[in-house]
Nanobody, 122 residues
Framework: QVQLVESGGGLVQSGGSLRLSCVAS????????MGWFRQAPGKEREFVAG????????YYRDSVKGRFTISGGNAKNTVYLQMNSLKPEDTAVYYC???????????????WGQGTQVTVSS
């Protein structure tokens, strides 16, 4: 059974940092794309960042470029999201995701985690 388990969420003040982790199990993800989505209360789920586990480049939504860094891409079943200069509008449940194809907005990935809450206070 495939599982994606996130950790690292929490409460942080505006301008602070958090590092999210995701560990996948149940199959080999070395040829998958892994990444992060988020969903704020009352809003649609949105893509945040993605990376190829076979060593491809990372890509981000515009609003997090320069602040967030995704890492992994080492053929292991883990992916991280370093979030710096956090803003209140980054508050959301963050979900780890994995798919054989590149992760893109508005397309549901094959595998999801349960999510981890990130709350940024002003």
């Amino acid at each position: 059974q495939v599982q994606l388990v996130e950790s690292g969420g929490g409460l942080v003040q505006s301008g602070g940092s958090l590092r999210l982790s995701c560990v996948a199990s149940g199959r080999t993800f070395s040829r998958y794309y892994m990444g992060w989505f988020r969903q704020a209360p009352g809003k649609e789920r949105e893509f945040v960042a993605g990376i190829s586990q076979s060593g491809g480049g990372a890509y981000y939504r515009d609003s997090v470029k320069g602040r967030f860094t995704i890492s992994g891409g080492n053929a292991k079943n883990t992916v991280y999201l370093q979030m710096n200069s956090l803003k209140p509008e980054d508050t959301a449940v963050y979900y780890c995701a994995a798919d054989p194809s590149v992760l893109v907005p508005h397309v549901t990935p094959m595998y999801w985690g349960q999510g981890t809450q990130v709350t940024v206070s002003s």
